[in-house]
């Protein structure tokens, strides 16, 4: 089952060239969701070839613009190109008037249900679940109320093992409770345990984001463990004091967190125009936590 | 003097990877105005290297999105890029609130100084005027208010003809009313006609903007005879259904009404992405009007 992340913008602030601004899409066994959506962010999907209307889910983390600014651009393509099925947006109360009030102007109803859900920044929570995945807010530490988003894939059912099944002449109707965890009684009456007959599910992955934030430990206990953390780095080290009085990270704060999470690997970004080039900020992240790498447009993470 | 049209963006709609949505600068003696200013357009604006700081002036004809998504981008970073000069964006009136929503969520107060002028997309009127230039609306027919700009030099100053005045030893500090038109009376009390020591100034120039419009006459006293006529051209002719339905102008409507207006030069442009190419649109509009070019991202027409 797949589960990955493609970064669709990798800057901080403004666009350039090169780096736009952030925006992430998560797919999960072929369902789509979009993290924040900034300016532009309809053209990264044209030119990575991901269809617009396969996004259901939108979540946005706060309410800077490099986060939003391409969202009712996104919304109106959707409606302009003829877009059906609903659309859900997860954010910060405020963001619903200011999609409104462009709507109104424009005199649009959209012509698909769109549903928004205001979601609270300061509070850790469940924002989202379906069969097999669960979304939750991550509290973080920025100028506005801002929070990251956690996915945790929902543990699975346990797996039959075909040829142990087939051999025992298990009927059909029984697969189910097999797979949920009872043992299997035979016509005799005799108990076969259920690992002798399943094995454990696939293991249950998970991703976090986390941007745009400053140092913030408290974090930790729920981003812990995650397969892939991606953490905003948006400074060097030696900026750490500006860091600090604009409540951004720099790339050895996200080092840092991810090494006291005890995360399995790191994507720093959201990087300061005034970097050419990220290799610096992954150089010293890495000194840090060494299964660090640094978000560039269009490339694809596996969780 | 330069007076040039730069294209920013010439689809309708949506952005493409071949074209953006709607956005122009207009150069008029390095001094430069933005009209409309879709998604993206901070991004066309760096990509042909137009200085962003440079834009004094913003024009907004109407409140559809793709003519003004990106203003809050641009304006945004402006911002952050520690602008001090001035804006001044003259729009309908609803898009004030539009940007002030936005500000306020994000908790940005602007660090320069910010002037909205809200405008009345059905009366035409003089909106700008500097030494030089002046700019007015043009009222046109859309589904929501809307309205064209048109640019127009003003008339200058007579140009001295530098041998006549050297050989009559017209004093300098008599220039000025030469310039002005005065006849020169010399030392023995003889008058000289104004034409013998000046010619004619510089012919003006204007520049017309008409997007977005159904096939709509009553603009044409006021275009009348300009130097360039930016015409919307959304459909080719086989859609002029469609086109009357949606308030929009096929190229054959755009070609009729330059030449009803007797402009010089024509260019068309908001090509629906139904069309991969406008050259169908720009054969056709050619069929009407001879002197017609076909907007494309980035061309730069002089006026």
Chains 1, 2 share one sequence.
Do not use: W
Request: glycine share 4%; aromatic share 8%; with cysteine.
């Amino acid at each position: 089952m797949v589960l990955n992340v493609t970064i669709l913008g990798s800057n901080s602030a403004i666009p350039t060239l090169k780096r736009k601004p952030t925006a992430q899409l998560v797919n999960h066994n072929e369902r789509f969701f979009l993290i924040d959506c900034a300016e532009g962010t309809q053209i990264q999907l044209r030119k990575y070839r991901i269809k617009m209307q396969r996004i259901h889910h939108i979540f946005i983390s706060h309410l800077h613009g490099d986060h939003f600014f391409g969202l009712i651009g996104l919304i109106s393509s959707m409606h302009l190109l003829g877009r059906k099925r609903e659309l859900h947006v997860y954010a910060p109360p405020l963001l619903e008037n200011i999609l409104n009030v462009q709507l109104e102007a424009s005199q649009t109803e959209l012509i698909y249900p769109f549903n928004f859900h205001p979601i609270k920044p300061d509070v850790h929570d469940k924002i989202y679940e379906d069969e097999k995945l669960i979304v939750e807010t991550i509290p973080l530490d920025h100028r506005i109320p801002t929070c990251g988003f956690l996915f945790k894939e929902k543990e699975g059912k346990r797996k039959l093992k075909k040829d142990v099944v087939n051999s025992l002449k298990i009927p059909v109707n029984e697969y189910l409770n097999l797979k949920n965890g009872a043992d299997y009684i035979d016509s005799n009456g005799k108990t076969i345990k259920n690992n002798k007959v399943t094995d454990n599910p696939h293991p249950v992955r998970s991703y976090a984001y986390c941007s745009d934030t400053g140092y913030y430990e408290k974090i930790i206990p729920i981003i812990k463990n995650v397969d892939l953390l991606y953490h905003e780095a948006t400074f060097a080290h030696d900026m750490v004091d500006v860091a600090r009085e604009k409540f951004h990270s720099t790339s050895v704060d996200a080092a840092t967190i991810a090494k006291k999470a005890e995360v399995k690997n790191l994507v720093i970004g959201h990087f300061s125009t005034r970097y050419e080039s990220s290799q610096e900020l992954l150089k010293e992240a890495k000194t840090v936590f060494k299964h660090t790498r640094a978000a560039s447009d269009g490339k694809n993470y596996d969780v």
